[in-house]
């Protein structure tokens, strides 16, 4: 709930900013509701296995990234 609120204050403050601009919300099925890309990207340079949380090209290009 807190990534939402966050970033519906973002959504306003875009708003305020600029008119024009639309934010759009999507929601994630519920087994993904619990992930986030910064977990997804920690549990990847930590050598952790992201295979059944991110497609397979994600998965290649975060394991290219660091490995470096």
């Given at each position: 709930m807190?990534d939402?609120?966050?970033e519906?204050?973002?959504a306003?403050?875009?708003?305020?900013i600029?008119?024009?601009?639309?934010?759009v919300?999507?929601?994630p099925?519920?087994?993904y509701s619990?992930?986030?890309?910064?977990?997804?990207k920690?549990i990847?340079q930590r050598?952790?296995?992201?295979?059944?949380?991110v497609?397979?090209?994600?998965?290649?290009k975060?394991?290219?990234?660091?490995s470096?």
């Amino acid at each position: 709930m807190s990534d939402f609120e966050f970033e519906f204050q973002m959504a306003l403050m875009n708003r305020k900013i600029e008119p024009s601009v639309e934010t759009v919300f999507l929601m994630p099925n519920e087994k993904y509701s619990y992930l986030s890309s910064s977990l997804i990207k920690d549990i990847a340079q930590r050598g952790g296995d992201i295979a059944s949380f991110v497609p397979d090209i994600v998965k290649e290009k975060l394991s290219r990234r660091f490995s470096k």
